[in-house]
Each structure stands twice: as C-alpha cells, then as structure tokens.
C-alpha cells in the first residue's frame, strides 16, 4: 500500500534541508570571501616580485600597501616586509582576519609570502 502526501501540505524535512543550505552558503561566504582576498594579496606579490628587478623597494611597497588598502584587508597588512639577497626577492606580510561563526568568532592568521629569483 503506497501513502500519498495530501495536497497543500509541506514536509518540515525539506524545509530543514533549505534552512541548513542556506546558512552554509551564508556562513560559507563570510569564510570564503576573507580567503578570496587573501588569495588576490598573494597574487599582487607574486606580480611585484615579477618585475622586481626593475623596481625599488619602497616602489614595491607602496604599490602592495595601496592594494591592501582597496581590498580593504586589516591595517596589519599594509605593513610589508621587503628582502634582496643573491638575486632573489622575499616578500610578505602577516595579518589577522577575523570571521563571525554562529556562536564563534573565529580569529584566522594569514601570511603572504612569495620568494622569487630575478
């Protein structure tokens, strides 16, 4: 004998199912926005390490501070750490990004750092 579900009613376990997709996907933007930025930091070294060789120090910072600033990362970012030795290029910066959980407010560290040889 097959039950069917009477017409106009609503199954809460669907209805659960959409409340939990939608706080991962809400959640799961906060988390993953703070690691997309820190992803495009990366990137922005990764390029001034590039051309390094051609530009100064202070030129590389500024630039690295104003892409911090646009990305509107912490103020601890904007404090870049610039290194020569042996034609190669070391270059990073620490930062604390901190990501409101339900409940938690979770305090993530990140470096970003890029080593290049020119």
């Known amino acids: 004998m097959v ?3 009477h017409p106009g009613r609503t199954s809460l376990g669907c209805l659960f199912t959409l409340l939990i ?4 996907g809400y959640f799961g933007y906060n ?6 930025r820190w992803y495009q930091f990366q990137d922005a070294m990764a390029q001034q390490a590039r051309f390094a060789a051609h530009k100064e120090d202070d030129s590389i910072r500024s630039e690295l501070q ?3 600033d646009s990305l509107e990362l ?3 970012a904007q404090r870049v ?3 020569r030795a042996d034609h190669t290029i070391f ?3 620490d930062y604390v990004e901190t990501v409101e959980l339900p409940g938690i407010v979770k305090d993530i560290d990140f470096t970003a750092h890029v080593e290049r040889a020119f």
């Open 74 to 76: 912490p103020t601890a």
């Open 81 to 83: 750490h610039i290194r």
């Open 91 to 93: 270059i990073w910066s």
């Open 21 to 24: 997709l939608s706080a991962t």
């Open 66 to 68: 104003a892409k911090a």
């Open 3 to 5: 039950r069917r579900a």
């Open 31 to 36: 988390v993953g926005r703070v690691y997309w």
